[in-house]
């Protein structure tokens, strides 16, 4: 591991005044992902800024009815909150399906969105990648893709989001809230939050340089049935092949997102229309356009079969 600087932030002001003029400086909490890629000497930070006493770790109820999740609040602790049992079902099995219980207790809601996209190749130093470096080319392209993206992706990157959280956080239209370094406020619809791969895979979201999420934002909940299906080659702590986050009504209409398919939690409008007609109908739009390997052309199947599993299960439990 290299040298690096560091320092506790006393306030989010703070914090992003210190990123912003400390070149190359990156933000940390529980650093479950950072820590594992500095080691590697793929992410080489210049300085640490410490967030964890910043009090950005409290879930508040929102004058709309909604809920503000603080960017610190571990992923056990929202998981375990009586109100996103209650009225976030999806996003409590979405965290529970994720990683490992000490992960779990250590990783934070930002850093859980912010995580890098990513495959062996990106991990492999001796190998080819536009995220790692860009323009030495994608060892993904020609080589092991099981685990890959079908859709979204480009001939720079077939990465995918590893985060179960933000799937469910997708199909509930979550809001990203951040602080610039100048004080300036905004937030960030998650479906814009994401970037897909295109020439410049080594950027995958629109934050700016030194900008801090301080929370994500939940609309007042939608009701119906919340379903959480993943399908991984083993029965904990693995990445999803294919995740589905569904919220089913009782006439049938309601919101899909899939994980495990894309650079970022996969959701369309069109195949939220289909919803009433069924699995099929609703991998026909999820999928269009899919540019899938060889290797990896089964999540197509997988996933639309993943889809019909989550459907039935949401009709058998208002049966």
């Known amino acids: 591991?290299?040298?690096?600087?560091?320092?506790?932030?006393?306030?989010?002001?703070?914090?992003?005044?210190?990123?912003?003029?400390?070149?190359?400086?990156?933000?940390?909490?529980?650093?479950?992902?950072?820590?594992?890629?500095?080691?590697?000497?793929?992410?080489t930070p210049a300085h640490l800024i410490d967030v964890n006493g910043l009090a950005l770790d409290a879930i508040e109820t929102t004058d709309h009815g909604g809920l503000r999740i603080g960017a610190l609040v571990r992923n056990t602790d929202l998981a375990a909150d009586a109100r996103v049992r209650r009225d976030y079902g999806v996003l409590a099995r979405a965290l529970l399906a994720g990683a490992s219980g000490q992960l779990r207790n250590a990783a934070s809601t930002a850093g859980n969105l912010l995580q890098r996209t990513r495959c062996p190749y990106f991990y492999d130093t001796d190998q080819p990648c536009n995220k790692r470096l860009p323009g030495s080319g994608c060892g993904a392209l020609q080589g092991y893709s099981r685990q890959l993206a079908v859709i979204g992706s480009s001939e720079h990157c077939i990465a995918t989001h590893p985060s179960d959280m933000a799937v469910a956080m997708r199909v509930l239209d979550a809001e990203v809230e951040t602080l610039a370094p100048d004080g300036g406020t905004r937030r960030i619809a998650l479906e814009d939050f994401f970037l897909p791969p295109g020439t410049t895979p080594q950027r995958e979201t629109v934050l700016q340089a030194s900008e801090l999420i301080t929370a994500v934002l939940l609309p007042p909940p939608v009701g119906g049935r919340h379903v959480y299906r993943k399908v991984r080659d083993r029965a904990s702590y693995a990445f999803a092949l294919v995740s589905v986050a569904a919220i089913v009504q009782a006439d049938g209409s309601g919101r899909i997102a899939v994980g495990g398919v894309a650079h970022m939690p996969w959701r369309r409008d069109t195949a939220d229309a289909e919803m009433p007609r069924g699995a099929s109908a609703i991998a026909a739009r999820l999928f269009e356009g899919a540019a899938p390997t060889e290797d990896n052309r089964f999540k197509l199947v997988l996933a639309e079969r993943t889809i019909a599993a989550a459907l039935a299960e949401a009709r058998e439990a208002t049966s």
Do not use: H, Q, V, Y
């Open 1 to 43: 591991m290299r040298a690096f600087g560091f320092e506790r932030a006393t306030s989010p002001a703070a914090a992003a005044e210190a990123a912003s003029r400390t070149p190359g400086a990156k933000f940390i909490a529980g650093g479950t992902n950072l820590l594992d890629l500095m080691k590697l000497e793929i992410e």
